[in-house]
């Protein structure tokens, strides 16, 4: 179940796909580690047609099809060392739904400066069952197009300044107001 995005139009999806061309450009597009060979190959293309054509819950259904993730991964054990561990089932629409909102919350910064939205709201763009104290605590926090732009373009994974999105699988967004 991919995210509830309320305020994607042409114009935010054309943000996108110009953010994800300005990380191209950088050479700062996020490629996870569990991406395979053919998986960081294929990664820029396959996110720049998820945004400007389909949905996280698309981008997700490619990774999986294309088999574009590793099977395992290192993992480290408590008693020191490494083990092999599988890459966990969710690990597609983990890495789908987390770099396409990133990618829409910048289009959407986007188009508030251009238009002279002063903030935008967090709010929660999936339901969750038990959602974590640190998320709860941002759904209804107003973010400053500009600070959240740059923060997100600033850094790229799951760690922000501005804590937004809060991590993986947190189910939040923005929304104009």
């Given at each position: ?50 945004a ?14 294309q ?93 922000t ?6 991590g ?10």
């Amino acid at each position: 179940m991919g995210l509830e995005y309320r305020d994607m139009d042409v114009d935010v999806r054309a943000n996108m796909v110009q953010e994800v061309a300005f990380d191209l450009d950088k050479g700062t597009i996020y490629t996870s580690p569990r991406l395979n060979e053919e998986g960081s190959r294929l990664w820029p293309d396959t996110l720049k047609e998820a945004a400007g054509n389909h949905s996280d819950v698309w981008l997700a259904g490619q990774i999986r099809e294309q088999r574009l993730l590793k099977s395992h991964e290192n993992r480290a054990k408590p008693s020191g060392g490494f083990t092999q561990a599988q890459i966990p089932v969710t690990a597609p629409d983990t890495l789908a739904e987390g770099e396409f909102n990133r990618f829409y919350i910048r289009g959407l910064c986007l188009k508030a400066l251009a238009e002279d939205i002063p903030y935008l709201i967090a709010y929660r763009a999936r339901p969750s069952a038990n959602p974590r104290a640190e998320s709860e605590a941002i759904i209804g926090k107003k973010f400053d197009p500009q600070q959240l732009l740059d923060d997100l373009r600033a850094t790229t994974g799951i760690d922000t300044v501005l804590g937004l999105p809060p991590g993986p699988n947190s189910g939040l967004s923005v929304t104009i107001p």
